[in-house]
């Protein structure tokens, strides 16, 4: 749900920033919200094609991340104790059989959508992937903000995704118009 507009500030830039600030209804800041620019004309440049989502303490880090379709992402188990990570999702099915260390071999999330990802020996464990096909992707931070830099000047839909709404697949979407620098600030709700 987009509550504030988006401001622009300089009409003579061909490359535009979006500062995203996210608040839930009741104003507190917004942590982890996975955010992806996609374009709608025009080519979309590759982006970084690798990622690693970790495991330290029981715990996958980071708890959500957005890439781009056709990412390769590696698991490292950094614990002492093994893990068997897997993911039922729709987007991304894969199976990582208990193992300690790296895998050989990272694993390829080549369609868009959100996958969940867990572990068959810890039930707590769980992260989250967005994947867009874009490279224009951030997550928001401790003070529910993000910034895209140097995006091309151009109209794209925001594309957006909150833990608290586990068990939906649904990425919720708002229009940008970027013909320069700009601010948004998303309000998100308990329902998509």
Known sequence: MLLGGFSLLNASVMAANLAVSAVDERAAVVENLALALLPLNGPVPAGPKTAEIGQENKTFIPLVSVVQTGTAISFPNRDTVRHHVYSFSPAK???????AGTPAKPVTFNEPGLVVLGCNIHDHMVAYVMVANT????????????????????EYDLQYWHPRWAGRAELPRVRVNLARDGKMRLVITDKP
Do not use: H, I, N, S
């Open 93 to 99: 099915t894969f199976e990582l059989k208990l193992y």
């Open 135 to 154: 490279p224009w992707q951030a997550v928001t931070d401790a003070q529910g903000r993000a910034e895209f830099k140097d995006v091309p000047a151009g």
